[in-house]
């Protein structure tokens, strides 16, 4: 029996492997779309190879090196949630630029055999071809290796480059080595980047297909209202004080009724999207329903008859009489409507205008290929000339904007702080790679970081890192070569991004915790400039076992530099002096060691205590009040940016904490009626975290008039929200007035409370 059984976080054993291997199966059975089943069949595939690997010991899940027999550096293929299937992902079939190569060495189609071929003096100087041209790509970090070992012999570093060899090379026959080629060297990530590429957008553009709702709609405004009024104006002829069929219909009459209804036959056959035409219940199924009638020689029964007078007069009463001034504006300005050229046929123009740019680049200038259309576009596609490209197409060729972050940011082509850090290992690349004197080796390195950056994170226990990119043996290898850290004064160098992506950071994304990718983004960036500033990440509660790396103590007393005596200290109810003690004797002691990592024993003892009495049993809700209380006390690296990075966010602390509260407004609305609110809460804390760190930057007498305008935008929104935040507004201006809260995070018998997210009871905003 496992007596620590309750410690165990689910997460990491088979539960959840097995619930996405159902929620895979059911999509390929149930899903309407046939690429949506095949793309859920291969997810099923690799889930069944995850549990396959778990079961046979063949996965070690939870640690670094989740595969039985592969070296960290491997990259493994990793599905939702960190789970590896047990795949490298630079396995499985060859290539086509392997193939190709094969073909081209004149040798067989093997890995190891390419391998074995670039170690030759014709492979060499096949490789230095490619790094003197920078006609390469690398799509998994793998792909860099032999380049680096071309680099290496070139070097003059044969010893570098023999050791390189041998520990790639029980590998050979399993793992792609080679680089793809491409057309030319990599745009430089420095002075703009690109969210997608132009090959992205056309793909979005292909996949677009007519919409069938809007489709349906022109459909039945070229062509049914217009038969419809063919229809009514025929029936009039029969009328007699607006009572249709009071004239008794002649012989041409019922002629040109049948001429009527055989025109509504081709039109049926022709135009099927529209069925209201065919719903007797309809005004259209009534008159040509009655119309079959008469024509047939059957007279019409009282129940028919009346529904096609009601028919009748309805359709005059709406729309006027056929002819008439109304009834021409209307039909007029319908058959504008359905004549406006489709959102499809307007993608494919843009398709039309993407095929003369490279694929695999980003967008510099997107303004030409959003014109209206053009005089010969119209005479080569039939589109009006002049029309306008709908928003949604423009969104998508947007989106392929390269440019420098903060543009894309202002534009909205970057709209979350994920998707920055999806972003940043572009410039991260270009910085890192600057400390190589070597061009050639500058750009290896960087195109190796961008591939290294794709590498999904495994899901860690016991305080394990991530594998990072100065492990792999290439940039080992070529270490070396790497100029000294470029120091606190680095002026334009890796401080400078860092700082610039900060200030980004918080600027545009107000209130918004710091995605893990960004985070380390930041990390490699600080050690760079070697700083000694502390990164810390978003601990999963899913998976936390209670103990915390020294670097979040450490981050915890830069906190402290910055926020001693400030609000944000008095708010929280923080004793950053005991931290700064606290941080003294544990640097001056050995650090414990759990589970094999050094941890900070007093740090976790602290964040537990903050946190409340423990639940007896493992809970997600204890663990994640233990990590937020971590958050505060190291601000989750708004003190670090502040106190270390040196940002200073243009439009001052003031208005970002404004602006910040407009967030907390916005999610505290996402409550109402919400049947699972606990998420939406959290967020609004965090958000309100970074409010009060904003705000303890601001001189007494700001703080006091913006807590103030937090009161006059708080009314701007549903009543409910005020409701809501009226404890949480009550708690910060006590506290800017000198009160505090008691020991339950509390005042004014529960007026004014201390805004956090997590519990482990009802949470009080509910």
């Known amino acids: 029996m496992n007596d620590n059984a309750e410690q165990q976080p689910p997460v990491a054993g088979p539960s959840y492997p097995e619930g996405q291997l159902a929620k895979a199966f059911v999509t390929a059975l149930t899903h309407a779309d046939a690429g949506a089943r095949r793309r859920a069949e291969v997810r099923g595939q690799r889930w069944r190879e995850v549990l396959a690997g778990m079961a046979a010991g063949r996965l070690s899940v939870g640690s ?5 027999g592969l070296p960290p550096w491997v990259t493994p293929e990793v599905m939702r949630g960190g789970f590896a299937t047990g795949t490298a992902s630079a396995s499985g079939p060859l290539q086509t630029h392997e193939t190709e190569a094969a073909r081209r060495f004149g040798v067989p189609a093997e890995r190891r055999v390419l391998f074995a071929y670039c170690l030759t003096e014709p492979g060499l100087t096949w490789l230095w071809a490619r790094l003197d041209s920078g006609g390469y790509e690398i799509g998994v970090p793998e792909e860099a290796a032999l380049l680096t070992m071309a680099w290496l012999v070139r070097q003059g570093e044969t010893g570098a480059a023999l050791d390189l060899v041998a520990e790639l090379e029980p590998f050979a026959d399993r793992l ?31 996949r677009r297909r007519p919409n069938a709702t809007v489709e349906t709609q022109r459909e039945a405004l070229a062509v049914w209202q217009p038969f419809g009024d063919e229809l009514l104006v025929h029936w009039l002829r029969t009328a007699r004080d607006g009572h249709v069929l009071e004239l008794a219909p002649d012989a041409g009459w019922l002629a040109r009724g ?19 035409h065919r719903d007797p219940k309809e005004n259209l199924g009534i008159l ?9 020689g059957r007279p019409l029964e009282a ?5 096609l007078r009601h028919a009748v007069q309805s359709m005059v009463r709406r729309r006027g009489l056929p002819g008439s001034a109304a009834h021409l504006a209307l039909r007029r300005c319908q058959a504008e409507q359905a004549a406006l050229p489709s959102h499809h046929a307007l993608a494919q123009l843009m398709l039309r205008r993407l ?7 980003g967008i510099t200038d997107v303004a030409p290929l959003l014109g209206p259309v053009a005089e010969e576009e119209s005479r080569e596609t039939g589109l009006p000339a002049g029309t306008v490209v709908p928003a949604t197409i423009g969104r998508v060729v947007e989106s392929a904007l390269s440019a420098p972050l903060g543009t894309l940011v202002e534009r909205g082509v970057v709209p979350s702080a994920e998707v920055m850090a999806e972003l940043v290992p572009q410039l991260v690349a270009a910085t890192t790679a600057r400390a190589y004197g070597d061009e050639t ?7 190796n970081y961008r591939a290294f950056r794709n590498r999904r994170s495994l899901l860690l226990l016991n305080l394990e890192r991530q594998v990072r990119v100065d492990e792999l043996p290439w940039v080992r290898a070529v270490s070396g070569q790497r100029a000294a850290p470029l120091g606190a004064s680095g002026g334009e160098g890796a401080l400078s991004v860092l700082r610039q992506l900060g200030e980004l950071a918080v600027q545009a994304f107000p209130g918004t915790l710091l995605p893990n990718p960004l985070v380390r983004e930041f990390g490699v960036l600080e050690r760079q400039c070697d700083l000694g500033a502390p990164f810390v990440e978003e601990l999963a509660a899913d998976i936390f076992m209670g103990t915390f790396s020294p670097k979040f103590l450490k981050a915890a007393r830069v906190a402290g530099e910055l926020l001693g005596g400030t609000l944000y200290e008095r708010y929280y109810g923080i004793d950053y002096a005991a931290i700064r003690n606290l941080a003294i004797v544990e640097t001056g002691e050995a650090l414990t060691r759990s589970y094999d990592a050094r941890t900070s024993p007093g740090f976790a003892r602290l964040c537990a205590e903050r946190a409340g009495p423990a639940s007896r049993s493992w809970s997600v809700a204890a663990n994640g009040r233990v990590i937020e209380q971590a958050q505060i006390l190291t601000t989750h690296n708004l003190a670090t940016l502040v106190n270390r990075v040196g940002i200073a966010p243009r439009p001052g602390w003031a208005d970002l904490a404004r602006r910040c509260f407009v967030t907390v407004c916005r999610l505290t609305a996402r409550v109402h009626r919400n049947p699972r609110p606990l998420g939406t809460i959290k967020d609004a804390a965090y958000a309100w975290r970074h409010l009060v760190f904003h705000l303890s930057l601001c001189p007494p007498e700001e703080q006091r008039r913006v807590i103030t305008a937090l009161r006059e935008e708080a009314a701007r929104h549903p009543a409910h929200v005020a409701t809501r935040l009226a404890p949480a507004l009550a708690g910060l201006a006590l506290v800017a007035e000198g009160g505090n809260f008691g020991s339950d995070g509390t005042a004014d018998a529960g007026g004014a409370r201390r805004f956090v997210g997590w519990s482990t009871q009802g949470h009080w905003m509910r």
């Open 64 to 68: 670094r090196t989740p595969v039985v």
């Open 176 to 206: 792609r080595f080679l680089p793809r080629p491409a057309d030319g060297p990599a745009p430089d990530a420095e002075a703009a980047v690109h969210r997608h590429t132009v090959s992205d957008a056309v793909d979005t553009l292909i």
């Open 258 to 276: 049948e001429v009527l209804l055989g025109r509504y036959r081709l039109l049926a056959a022709e135009h099927t999207l529209c069925t209201k």
């Open 288 to 296: 040509r329903g009655s119309l079959e009638e008469v024509v047939a």
């Open 303 to 307: 129940r028919r008859l009346g529904l």
């Open 355 to 361: 095929a003369v740019l490279p694929l695999e680049t």
């Open 441 to 447: 080796l500058r750009g290896v390195m960087a195109a």
